[in-house]
């Protein structure tokens, strides 16, 4: 996409116009999905992470009255990452508060390590994303999900675990 056509659609945004923050959706669609999808075990989870989220993108250009940098779309890249992942970590404090913590078993090897990222409880799916994807340490982990640190690492340690064990049945089924 042209500079100018980004810095149109900003602009817009900025002003709350509704024809430019659905561009500006259509645009960064793809992106929000990509990094909703590894915190969710479900397509219509991840759906609705990333529209609260662009909700909230918006919300914050608005109230940011207009403060508007010719280079701002990197910041503005950065900026909806971090609204991304918190809303994400606020998702996962809503399962941990309603109970539903489990993993789904599989008795089969799953076709894709992504899929595997996906079966893992969600505490060990949101401190595995922090730590190996987004490159967060535990200590800065344990205090977004509140958990101790040394829960961080053992969570990470048993989602490793847990993934080595299904890559090597994956690689098991691709060489029969």
Known sequence: MADHKITSILKGCFKN??????????????????ICYRYTNSREACMDLVNRSFLKLFQSMYQANGNFREHSVILLKVQFKSILISTCIDYYHNIKATGNNQRNVIGEPLDKPIEAIRELSPIYRMVFNLFVIEGYGHRKISGMLGISIRDSEICLS??????????????RLRHN
Do not use: P
């Not at 048993?158 to 690689?171: F, T, V, W």
């Open 17 to 34: 116009d509704r024809k430019s923050q659905k561009e500006l959706y259509r645009q960064f669609h793809g992106f929000a999905m990509g």
């Open 158 to 171: 048993e989602a490793r675990r847990y993934l080595k064990e299904q890559l090597k049945a994956i690689n």
